[in-house]
C-alpha cells in the first residue's frame, strides 16, 4: 500500500525543512505531519518521509523506534500514555497504570476493538514535579487521583 503525502502536508514540511541549513533534522516535524494524515507511521510513510528529505529509510526507522510519540500502527482514537518512571511510581503511578489497564481490559499498546481506546506505558515524560501524570492524544493530566482518573476515563467514554 503506497502512501503520498497530500499536497499541503508537502507544503508544510517543506516549510518545516527551511528552519534548518539541511533538509534532515526536519525529520519529527515529517514524522509527525505523516501521522496525522496515515494514523500511524508504516514502512510505506518512512519510504516517503526519506523521499522527500532525501535521507535513507534506516534513517527514518531509527527516529521511529527512538521516540514513543510515533506509532507504528494504528492507536485508538484515544491514544491513553501512563508515566510509570521513578517519580510516577513513587506517587502511584503503577496503581493509575493497572487502573487504566483494568477498565479497558488492555495491555502495553493495545487497543480496544472499537479502535476508541489504546494504552501504551512510558517511562518519562517530562512532569516528575507533577506526578503522576497521564497524557490523552497531546493533552497532560498531572497531579493524579485514582478518583481524577477515573473521572476522566468516564469523560472519555462519554466522547465521539
Known amino acids: 500500500m503506497e502512501f503520498k503525502f497530500t499536497q499541503a502536508n508537502l507544503e508544510r514540511i517543506e516549510q518545516e525543512t527551511k528552519k534548518y541549513p539541511v533538509r534532515k533534522p526536519a525529520v519529527m516535524a515529517a514524522l509527525y505531519i505523516a501521522q496525522e494524515q496515515n494514523g ?60 487504566v489497564k483494568d477498565k479497558f481490559g488492555l495491555d502495553h499498546m493495545g487497543v480496544t476493538a472499537d479502535q476508541k481506546f489504546s494504552l501504551e506505558e512510558v517511562e518519562c515524560m517530562g512532569s516528575c514535579g507533577t506526578a503522576p501524570m497521564i497524557a490523552v492524544n497531546e493533552d497532560y493530566y498531572e497531579n493524579l487521583t485514582k478518583e481524577k482518573v477515573e473521572e476522566l476515563l468516564q469523560s472519555l467514554k462519554g466522547s465521539n
Request: net charge negative; glycine share 8%.
Open 40 to 99: 500511524y507511521i508504516s514502512f510505506e510513510v518512512m519510504k516517503a518521509i526519506a523521499d522527500v528529505l532525501g535521507i535513507t529509510a534506516e534513517e527514518v526507522l531509527g527516529v521511529v523506534t527512538f521516540y514513543t510519540m510515533y506509532h507504528q500502527k494504528q492507536m485508538g482514537k484515544f491514544h491513553i500514555q501512563v508515566c510509570t518512571n521513578v517519580s510516577c511510581m513513587l506517587r502511584g503511578g503503577y496503581e493509575i497504570w493497572n487502573q
